[in-house]
Every structure is written in structure tokens, then in C-alpha cells.
């Protein structure tokens, strides 16, 4: 262009040469060019290629292979058909071989626009190791509002697909009309020339919810992009790796709490597609959502059993303890593997696994220390309680009082109730503090005579530099001496003048 442009200012080839800094010939060649109606390339001749005579065995190549064949393997094959050029012609020529059989084969994708209600997806994916043992997250999306529900889960067999799905329904506050997911044989059994044959159970599963599920199309991933989507940004945040230094979970409890806050994070924060939060969005989504059964799926559960009083569901011959909050309620039980899994029905938050033991034998009941209350003390630690004004009152003196009453009683001491009684009295001259530190002293050394308290007293209120703590080895000399063994001198009185 600034060759044209001198030569239209000046009219001549030479004086625009200089302007422009070439040849004068050709400038002559670009204004001729112009001037017969063609570009400055248009009348330039192409260089005959080497690797043009080999361009049909590529093409033919690039059919067979379906459009995946590799460069270096394509020069391989030239080179032994004679080819002498470069690997860098072989791949420019691939590529543009590779560019032309794409033509008209590319998947032109329409936008989805989903309407509130319709669509939900759900899909599985692997969770983080507890304990060595393999955890799945259940992870689900409304496809409007974008609204995601994740839940960790031991195994992902039919009942606990249909247990996770009544919860996500109940998180919902809906029904929605579809249900898109994987082709899992919890949901097709078999595929028939194409046609996916469904699973007999989620068929009444999902008649009893009133949803219609479908499946994707086989290695088609385009069709469950939503639930992979949210499947690949939950294991990003929850499955512990060096990228996101998340410790690992002690307990399946603590994986549970992950989740339950990821999901409330994600759900609060605007979507990058919407620009407003999906919870927010989901309150105008269930309006058109369907109403949620009042009753959950059971069929799949299991088998039916009543918690007994001492908190175990019998199943197989055999016992199983489940939490002590359930006595007296209706449980499903159900094997799973080598595994007893023990669903409750919640009516808020639909069925949810709340035992799970290793599979045992008449006689020997399964029992799980966390599923009780704390025990009562027995024989051997018991504490005082008491039963009258006088008690009560002794009692709040300290817990140096209990103590000295718990030792006292296991000592035999007699007169128990009088001695009280004088501590009371005494806690008027000497403050409750100083007796509650008395009172532990005599029972940390045995001391319950009737003088005994008001000497620890006595001897506390003689040395002030041991106020605050009673010193117990000069208590027990005390002691000591008042209880000695050693005979007296009082015989030999009678010797001497």
C-alpha cells in the first residue's frame, strides 16, 4: 500500500521507488497489478512442494484413521514411500489434512436454556479415603438455578442412590420433572440397539416421586456436562490433594461437615452464569416444582424391624446396635456386601443410613459404643446426691466436702452426720474456703477423727505462710505422732531420788 501510494503522489516508478525504498521494477509489477484488477499475491506462482504428490495417501490416511492419525506416524510411512522432505512439512501438511476432514463434521452446539423446574442432574464421583476405606460423592444440580447438593456415601448400590435422591429432593423443596444421569446399573440394566433398558426399582422409585429419569448418551459426555461440571469443582475442594491442602478426615462425620459447608458456600456465592446466587434463585424455582411425598421410597431398603429398648434392630439372627434416639421406631436393615446397613426414614430429612456394622452371627450382637448415652456411674464410682437441707448445704461447701464425705463413707467413719454438722459449724469460723481445703486434706490423709478437722484448721490458721495449701507431709507427721506406738517413760518415774 505505501508502494501504491507513492506512485499515485509522484506518477512515477522511480521517484516512488525512493519514497518507498525499493526497486523501481517493482513498483512497476504492484501498479500493473493493480491496474488488471488482481491483489499483490494473486499474480505471484506458488512454488511446487515436495510433499504435494504425497497429499491424496495422507488424505487417504486421515479417512481411515478418522481424523486421529499422528504426524509422526505420517511422516514414518512417507518416508518409506519414498518422501525426502522435513517432519515440519509432513505435520503442516497433517494438520491442514486433519483442518479440511473436520469440515463439516463439527458438532454445531445449540445453547441450552433450561427452564425453572424441568431439569436436574446427578452424577457420582470419588471422595477422599476415611480411615483407608473408599468414600463416593453423590453430587446433584437443579439446572436452572444452578442450585448443587453434594453427600458423601460408603457405596453407591440402589438403596443408597434412591436414599440420596429423596434427600436432594427434600433440599430442594421439589420435585423437578426430569432427572438427566449416567447409564449406572442402578438406573439401565442393558442397552437394547441403542434403547437403555431401566432399572425395574428406580422405575418405581421414580413413579413414586413423579419424575422421569433419563440417561445420557453412551461416551457422549456432552449431553451430563452439568454433572460433571459440579462433580470435578467438588472433588477439587473436598477430596484432600497438595493443591487445595486440606488435611484428611478422621471420620466420616467430619467429611459430612465438609460437604454440608461447601455446599452452603457455593450456593451463596453468584454464579458466574447468572450473576446471583443459586439459593436465591431456587426460591423462585420451587414454584414449579412438584410437591415432595410425605413418605420416602422404602421398597429398596431393606427389611423392616422395630428398634428394641436396648437400642439393637435383630436381623439375620443376629443384633445390631443403632443410635439410642431411634428406641421404639421403625428401621429398615438391609446386607450390603459384608457389610448390615441400618436406614431410619426421617419425615424432614428423608432416609438416612444411621448404622452400618460388619455382618456377625447368632449370639454375637454388634455393638457401637457412640450409638449410647454416657453410662451412669457404677458400684465403684458413685457420688454424692443429696437427700436433705443438711447434706445440700455441706455439699456446697467445695468439692474438697465431696471428696472428704466419698472417703469417709468408704472408710466406715462413725458419726458421720455429727462431724458434718461440726464442719458446718466450723466453716462459720473459718470460712468455706479454708474448710473446703481442710476438708481435702483430711480425706487426701485418712485423718477423720473428731479433732482432727480442727487441728488441720487450727495449724493452718497457726502458720499463716501455708494458707492457701495445706502442706500434707507435716499433716500425716502430725499425725503420726498423735498415733504413736512408742511405749511411754512413765515407768521410770520410780527410779532415782
Known sequence: MEILEAYDLTGSFRMAAQLSGCDHHTVSRYVALR????????????????????????????ERSGGKLRADVAHEKLTALGYEGSQRTTRRAVSAAKGAFEEGRRRVYRPWIPEPGMWMQWDFGEGPKVGARRTYLFCSWLAWSRYRVVYPIWDRTLPTVIGCLDAAFRKFGGVPTYALTDNEKTVTVAHIAGLPVRNQQMLAASRHYGITVATCVPADPESKGGSEATVRIAKADLVPTEANLRPEYESFADLKEACQQWCEQVN??????TRKPPAMLLARERARLHPVPDTSFTVAFGQTRRVGWDSTASFGGARYSVPHTLVDKRVWVRHSGDEVVVVHADPARGPVEVARHAVSTPGTPRLNDEHYPPAPPGALERKPRPKSAEEEAFLAIGEGAKFWLVEA?????????????????????YGKEALNEALEVAARSGRFGEEDLVSILAY?????????????????????HAHSLQRGTASWRRFGG
Do not use: C
Not at 451463596?268 to 452464569?273: A, D
Not at 463413707?409 to 469460723?429: D, V, W
Not at 490458721?461 to 500434707?472: I, L
Open 460 to 480: 493452718r490458721y497457726s502458720h499463716p505462710e501455708h494458707n492457701g495449701h495445706q502442706d500434707t507431709e507435716t499433716v500425716l507427721l502430725l499425725r503420726a
Open 409 to 429: 463413707a468408704a472408710a466406715g467413719t462413725h458419726k458421720l452426720r455429727f462431724k458434718m454438722e461440726r464442719a458446718l459449724a466450723l466453716s462459720k469460723l
Open 268 to 273: 451463596e456465592r453468584p454464579h458466574r452464569e
Open 35 to 62: 491496474d488488471g484488477g488482481h491483489g499483490p499475491r494473486d499474480g505471484r506462482a506458488n512454488r511446487r512442494k515436495v510433499i504435494e504428490e504425497y497429499l491424496p495417501k495422507i488424505e487417504e490416511w486421515i
